[in-house]
């Protein structure tokens, strides 16, 4: 692309500062004359076509981009940009192509076909994109964070660590490598230092606002939860359309007040600036559906998804709020949005769903069929074929839903030094207790209700109780992989004997908590260990009991549970992660305490 005159140049800036205004209309009419007036400035071409995403008109986007890469076949940014919004509209087969070409060349490219990747659960694909271009210098912070995604899921994530750190060594005062090393660290559970090394750079006076995000994102997890919240604030100042550091903000909210409107109002303030930014009301949209509010989720988007133009990322979302009190008003914005984007594997797997809400189980059945090919290793996508399997009385449910094989519960041995269990589970309690915050509201998006969660891995903590805990799962976990043995099925097939924990918690219910039946989309085995149990449960009763079987969304007719185990302190339940489960309700003064934890074959 040939260099801009100076008038140009001046015109290029003025443009510019109307669209970090977010005054789209204005930016939009400015570059319409300048392309009128020079009709081969690719540049101006690309600009205009955001804008016309963000105005949502898509298909005079791609009209526009795709004459930008006609007259230009090697301006990277232009064909990125056609990738991005092919992508967007679920249309990936063609997406793919245009952002592994510009990729090399345009870290924006690498950026979004590595989170594509990772999203897909492709990441061996993410860390060949990503890969090379940290290792050859500092790069985007965002790109750095799929980069160390990709490699926590490869299990290779010591490797991406040295990466930065060597970079970050090689350049002491770049502030953009101390900021991939920082999310590095965070990633690897080193929460300390890479809050460190994020303050460093601030105060140095690097403004970065995902510099922010990474320092919050640490001090949550070292639960520093006020200064974590005062960095994501220092983080929207500087980029209040920042939807990742806005959704955590609105968890750090929600955990100190339960307040929804609390937990929203740094989104609407910016609305109030950006009226037209989908993203950020769909944002909301999440949170109050987190919230348990997912009729105010629906009413947040229902205007904008009415548009004829409404993009299928929005629709889904708003289908994602009615899927919860009424699948019928889900199917329709399904799809709209599947007819939009044929690929869109969201639109689909909400379509599925919204079918079984709605009593048409043989429809869904293709569509829970195209899913699982794509995915096969996708947990709620198993979930949810099974759940049709089940309406349409289909044998092939009972073989993946095989209780009496799948769900083992094992008592735990005492770990070394203890000798006692009884005294194992005293210290493991103590030191579990000080991680709950006891005047805490449940995390958002999580199954449990009337209880706290713990934000940190458990598998990575120094705590010697805890350590010792972790030690103790080997055995437990080794004899149910000899156990379950190998075959075809979804759980069977996966299993080499090898295996990693892959995400850990603990749980804390108080009176009349439970856990909502869901599934853990990216596990492989999933885990119950009672830690502490209510000494007033009824020990023949399903009080406090973990139910198998009932689906976590909405069907017709509704499904109920169809096993459950009744817990002890001292047991550790091993089930697949596709199987629905949820814990009963309990009236007892006394907490229930537990850890779970997700295991995934090893690579």
């Known amino acids: 692309m040939a ?37 081969d400035f690719v540049e101006a071409l690309r600009l205009l076509a955001g804008v016309a995403q963000a105005l949502g008109d898509p298909e005079d986007a791609e009209r526009l981009l795709r004459r930008a890469v006609a007259l230009d076949p090697g301006w990277a940014p232009s064909v990125a940009a056609l990738g991005e919004l092919l992508l967007a509209w679920g249309r990936a087969e063609e997406a793919e192509p245009l952002l592994r070409r510009a990729a090399p060349r345009y870290p924006r490219a690498a950026l979004v076909l590595a989170r594509h990747c990772n999203d897909t659960q492709r990441p061996a694909e993410a860390y060949a994109v990503a890969a090379p271009l940290c290792a050859a210098g500092p790069p985007d912070a965002e790109l750095a964070a799929q980069h160390v995604a990709a490699a926590a899921a490869l299990g290779r994530l010591g490797e991406a660590l040295a990466v930065h750190r060597r970079r970050a060594e090689e350049a002491p005062d770049d502030a953009a490598a101390a900021e991939a090393l920082a ?25 970065c606002a995902a510099l922010h995000q990474v320092q919050a994102r640490s001090l949550v997890a070292q639960g520093e939860y006020a200064r974590a919240e005062e960095a994501l604030r220092a983080c929207l100042r500087l980029e209040p359309r920042r939807v990742e550091a806005h959704d955590h903000l609105a968890r750090l909210v929600w955990m100190r007040s339960g307040d929804a409107a609390q937990a929203t109002a740094a989104l609407d303030e910016a609305l109030r600036a950006f009226p037209d930014d989908d993203a950020l009301r769909a944002a909301k949209a999440a949170i109050l559906q987190g919230a348990g509010d997912p009729r105010g989720a629906y009413a947040c988007l229902a205007g904008r998804a009415a548009r004829p133009q409404a993009p299928p990322a929005l629709l889904v979302r708003a289908g994602l709020a009615a899927l919860d009190f009424d699948p019928a008003l889900a199917l329709p914005l399904a799809e709209r949005a599947l007819r939009l984007a044929p690929a869109h594997a969201a639109a689909r797997s909400l379509l599925a769903a919204a079918l079984l809400g709605a009593g048409d189980a043989r429809a869904a059945l293709p569509h829970c069929e195209a899913l699982r090919a794509a995915a096969p290793d996708d947990q709620y996508l198993i979930a949810l074929q099974a759940t049709a399997w089940r309406l349409l009385g289909d044998a092939r449910y009972r073989e993946l839903y095989d209780y009496e094989r799948l769900v083992l519960p094992q008592r735990l041995e005492a770990p070394a030094p203890w000798t006692d269990l009884a005294a194992f589970l005293a210290d493991l309690r103590r030191s579990l207790e000080r991680l709950h915050d006891p005047h805490g509201h449940p995390l958002l998006f999580q199954s449990l209700r009337h209880g706290t969660e713990t934000t940190a891995d458990l598998a990575r903590s120094d705590d010697p109780a805890l350590r010792a805990l972790f030690r103790a799962f080997d055995a437990p976990i080794r004899r149910y992989l000899e156990h379950i043995g190998r075959g075809d099925d979804p759980l069977r097939r996966r299993n080499r004997g090898g295996y990693r924990i892959n995400g850990s918690w603990s749980v804390r219910l108080r009176r009349a908590g439970y856990h909502a039946s869901h599934v853990h989309p990216r596990g492989w085995i999933s885990s119950a260990c009672y830690v502490a149990l209510p000494g007033d449960l009824d020990p023949r009763g399903e009080e ?23 817990p002890a302190p001292g047991m550790l339940v091993l089930f697949p992660s596709y199987l629905w489960h949820g814990t009963a309700p309990f009236a007892s003064d006394e907490a229930r305490l537990t850890v779970a934890f997700d295991v995934v074959p090893a690579p």
């Not at 590095?184 to 690097?206: F, H, S, T, V």
């Open 3 to 39: 260099a801009p005159s100076p008038a140009l140049l001046d015109a290029m800036r003025r443009i510019d500062a109307l669209l970090r205004a977010g005054d789209f209309r204005a930016a939009r009419e400015r570059l319409a004359a300048l392309v009128q007036e020079h009709p």
């Open 183 to 207: 999310i590095a660290l965070d990633a690897a559970q080193q929460p300390a230092e890479a809050a460190r090394l994020a303050g460093q750079a601030l105060a140095r006076g690097r403004r």
């Open 544 to 566: 406090g009991s973990l139910g198998f079987g009932a689906p976590g969304i909405l069907t017709r007719p509704a499904l109920p549970a169809e096993y459950r185990v009744r």
